[in-house]
Nanobody, 124 residues
Framework: QEQLVESGGGSVQAGGSLRLSCVASRKFFSVSTMGWYRQAPGKERELVAT???????NYADSVKGRFTISRDNWRNTAHLQMDSLKVDDTAVYYC?????????WGQGTQVTVWGQGTQVTVSS
């Protein structure tokens, strides 16, 4: 049975970067479209980015110019480089592998983006 193992999630301050990785065990990785989806609390799961077997990529408007999807067919691995992260990028990120046999989902990895913070001054 195909398995996808994600890694690279974590916590980062707004403006920072994270790189997610997804390793597939299926020997047909090279002919599959890889993708990343995310689901924030209380929201529906949404597409983030996909990359075809030929290397053509597609991005959600909300991440264009900030995220980059890539793949390494020799290592059966897909990556999602996330730069200039925003608080709104906080979500569980899922890797997917899709081909003519169907779609496989990873278990998900949490990405949490913290705000810059606001100075509060109390004076008497």
């Amino acid at each position: 049975q195909e398995q996808l193992v994600e890694s690279g999630g974590g916590s980062v301050q707004a403006g920072g970067s994270l790189r997610l990785s997804c390793v597939a065990s299926r020997k047909f990785f090279s002919v599959s479209t890889m993708g990343w989806y995310r689901q924030a609390p209380g929201k529906e799961r949404e597409l983030v980015a996909t990359i075809t077997s030929g290397g053509a990529s597609n991005y959600a408007d909300s991440v264009k110019g900030r995220f980059t999807i890539s793949r390494d067919n020799w290592r059966n691995t897909a990556h999602l480089q996330m730069d200039s992260l925003k608080v709104d990028d906080t979500a569980v990120y899922y890797c997917t592998l899709r081909n003519s046999w169907g779609t496989v989902w990873g278990q998900g990895t949490q990405v949490t983006v913290w705000g810059q913070g606001t100075q509060v001054t109390v004076s008497s």
